[in-house]
């Protein structure tokens, strides 16, 4: 499997020629509809192995095949004790990779792009992919700032509603020296 990075994947549309630019389309609305925010199981918390408690909220209105993933494998404990493993300070910290190299994934099939117009700012989640627009799995992306070249290149699942300030602790490195770890990740209150 290719390795999966954000910035591979800017860097090759930059070498095609292709744009790198946010979609024409104006962005919706970066508050999730009331029914998606009381949902429960469109809450992703993540115990923190450096003492911190991150709180989700996925956006299946998004991103629906996507959000359904993560789901599934924080039910089954896939993210149980997996590494923040490229972790770029101002950029984003990437993690849901087995294998901790980011080139691994979950024995699911891959999902296919739902690009949408949410925008990468502090706190956005996306799925991390290969280069394959069509390669996410199990990866996932945290932003620590906006970086409006992702937009409708990455698909947004969700934003940070608690517990950024553990993000920005998270061990920075590609890879760290000493990783960050998902002590424990649930879906639901």
């Known amino acids: 499997m290719l390795k999966m990075t954000i910035a591979a994947g800017v860097a090759a549309l930059a070498l095609a020629g292709m744009p790198v630019t946010a979609q024409t389309a104006a962005p919706i609305s970066q508050v999730a509809p009331a029914a998606i925010a009381a949902d429960p199981a469109n809450r992703l918390t993540l115990q923190l192995s450096n003492g911190g408690t991150v709180v989700i909220l996925l956006r299946p209105d998004a991103a629906p095949n996507h959000v359904q993933r993560i789901q599934t494998l924080a039910r089954q404990g896939f993210y149980n004790g997996?590494?923040?493993?490229?972790?770029?300070?101002?950029?984003m910290a990437q993690t849901g990779d087995p294998k901790g190299t980011g080139e691994g994934g979950s024995t699911l099939p891959d999902v296919?792009?739902?690009?949408?117009?949410?925008?990468?700012v502090r706190g956005t989640v996306g799925a991390a992919r290969s280069e394959s627009v069509d390669s996410a799995n199990s990866q996932f992306y945290i932003m620590f700032a906006p970086n409006g070249q992702l937009e409708g290149r990455y698909t947004v699942i969700g934003r940070v509603i608690s517990g950024m300030k553990f993000v920005d602790k998270i061990a920075p490195g590609e890879p760290p020296a000493e990783p960050t770890t998902i002590v424990r990740a649930t879906v639901g209150a």
């Open 82 to 91: 997996l590494k923040f493993h490229r972790v770029v300070p101002g950029f």
């Open 112 to 120: 296919k792009a739902e690009f949408n117009r949410l925008l990468h």
